[in-house]
């Protein structure tokens, strides 16, 4: 049983906790994928998807990892960029997403928005499918590979992605979700020059 909070404009109202079976409840609902994902050739490009994901593969590569800093730039701080990132780039609506059980942040695009594959898993939140993009990694989220969040070792990967969690439509909307760790949705001045020498390299 997976159990998900979904919010909405959180102005004057409550989040809403709903359980969800997979496969009797369509409405929320984990999606399931098959281990075996086909590789992704490096010159591929028929889908939105892969070229966000070889977009992040050239953040990785150019060390965005080493530009995390916990309590500052961190999952919040990044998911931020990578929201805006996403936006400007592809102009899709990208949604944070918060995971307070895990005190994790990331981003989701909707599958129909990017290009429907098996490459990814699929994440299904009141009917609308999402791929989760990792914003600390910097990744499309995948079965293969194994992770580290918040001490604790998940193999696959996409298993740490299991998990109760808030969806937020811009980062102004994640900075009210879920309390104290989740305020900082925003990039400050030594954030943008940080980015700013990133981006020169």
Known sequence: MIVLAISGCIENQTARIIEVTPQVTPDIKYVKVTSQLTPIPKNYSNL?????SQDLDAFHIKGWGLLYTRGEFDCSRMSTYMWGFIRDKYKVP??????PSIEHAWVAVRVMDTGNTDR????????VDYYFVEATSPEVVTQEGSCFLGGKL??????????DVYLA???????????????????TKPDLDKLNTFKSQ
């Open 48 to 52: 939105l998807i892969d070229n966000i």
């Open 94 to 99: 990208p949604k944070i997403v918060l995971a």
């Open 120 to 127: 990814y898993p699929h994440w299904t939140i009141h009917g």
């Open 154 to 163: 998940y193999e696959p990967c996409a298993n740490a992605y299991k998990v």
């Open 169 to 187: 439509d811009s980062p102004l909307d994640a900075n009210d979700l879920t309390g104290d760790w989740s305020t900082d949705f925003r990039l």
